[in-house]
């Protein structure tokens, strides 16, 4: 998954100004308790990351973006 089909994804899901929320302040136990924004910035690939919001929020991903 490239970086802007994973940003669409989020907003989406989330909304735009909740998305760059959620990547910034919500700290997610699937990424090793990070955010979003420090998990790309630690090199974890797009769809490691994608796959983490999708289990953090089940009922807030629709099935057709994950």
Do not use: K, N
């Not at 940003?7 to 990547?23: Q, T």
């Not at 089940?58 to 099935?63: G, Y």
Request: hydrophobic share 45%; with cysteine; net charge positive.
């Amino acid at each position: 998954m490239r970086l802007t089909d994973f940003w669409s994804r989020l907003e989406e899901a989330f909304g735009p100004g909740y998305a760059a929320s959620i990547a910034r302040d919500q700290v997610l136990a699937q990424l090793g308790g990070r955010t979003i924004e420090q998990a790309f910035a630690s090199g974890e690939q797009t769809h490691v990351v994608w796959r983490a919001v999708c289990a953090a929020y089940p009922d807030r991903v629709p099935a057709r973006l994950r």
